[in-house]
């Protein structure tokens, strides 16, 4: 880094913390130790820590604020190449892992900047925490968004409202407009939750609220178990969580019980209770078939954009090789080949893989080692792209527009010290 860098570096970390201050502040919890467990979480999913330094570093102090201490502890995986995972032709005959198949499909990552959003250093690798744990799931819900596709008419945002009745100001779903700063050209970004498999808000959760569903590898928040200490918040890097500050404006009695309690029995879906966080939560209980066959494996704002002829977001099983998203991969992949080529990808993508670089694929911030579940096609946005108004106001479909404060809430790449 210049000495320019150094400084900016330095301005954002101070205005981080102090942003992040004021958020735990209004929690009434530790303020200092959820600030450090911030950094260290970081740290730990960067591959700087392991599991039990994280855990044995902060056991005592979370014991002592919570009376109690319920974080996880993750594990390691081996990787498949490249062309094993998007054609599933692992060796020993077994379908890659989700984590395999999105590590490999991160070609183009890196950190995310909107109006000076990511510090990330660059130095960074996407290493895993190397510790005992969990086995992958058997399904990995994840998405392919084509960002080529996008043209920010919101339809994604107002339907994701719209499905759980969440509180104007607690977008689960945006959507940024930003101009690329090469080509002048206005560019958007799909930002839901990124389901991270390596998320530094499920690792600071002293209750286990905040988790990751065994059966599909969707993270969620037990909502009767949430405390809200606002500590997950301050981990995320990517500013997709939302404290419910007052009652719901949709009370509980008026939501659609098959859309509350997924399969296991627990608070999970729809809008959170007064004093508990909120995030987009991948339609768990569409996922579980409470809301009807038909609707498994999908989720609203898929629906949405698909009904607004757009066809930008794909959702399913990452690591089934015929699910929606990883069939869009392989069709986009051979759109970019050459006219004259005649592909079967079964027997021919072993010699063309060079080539799938002419398609830019990327994952939010996957230098930090969170290992998002969401693929973007098209456009990364760079360090100094300007966010724009969009062609759609927030609020003409009656939504408040806090993209700016969602930007300002980063964590990213904040260490403190001289980093």
Known sequence: MTDSDLGEHSDQAQSWEAQMRSLLEEGGYDIDLGIEMARDAQRLVAGELSEQEFHERYHAAVTEEFGTDERPVATDEPSASFVELLTGECSGGEDPSRREVVKALGVAGGALGLGGMAVADQQRTSTQAAADGPDEPDIQYGMVVDLERCDGCLQCVTACADENQTSNGANWMYVLAYLDEHTEQENF?????????????????????????EQDGIVLTDYDACIGCRYCQVACPYGVNYFQWGDP???????????????????????????????????????????GEDKVGTVACMDACDAAGMRAIHFGDLNNPESRPR??????????????????????????????????????????????????????????????????????????????????????????GDD
């Open 189 to 213: 970004l799909v930002r839901p939750c990124q389901h991270c498999s390596n998320a530094p808000c499920e690792k600071v959760c002293p209750v286990r609220a905040r988790h990751t569903r």
């Open 327 to 416: 069939r869009y991969l392989r069709e986009r992949a051979a759109e970019e080949l050459d006219d004259d080529t005649d592909l079967d990808m079964d027997a021919d993508w072993a010699t063309s893989t060079t080539r799938w670089r002419k398609l830019s694929a990327f994952r939010l911030l996957e230098d930090l080692g969170t290992e998002p579940n969401v693929i973007y096609l098209g456009n990364q946005p760079g360090e100094r792209a300007d966010q724009q108004e969009g062609p759609v106001p927030y609020d003409l479909i009656g939504r408040v527009d806090r993209r700016k404060d969602v930007l300002d809430e980063r964590t990213v790449g904040i260490t403190g």
């Open 249 to 291: 404006e949709v009370s509980e009695e008026e939501l659609d019980p098959n859309h509350i309690w997924d399969a296991r029995g627990m608070r999970v879906d729809s809008r959170p209770p007064k004093g508990v966080m909120g995030k987009c939560t991948f339609c768990p209980t569409r996922q579980d078939g409470l809301q």
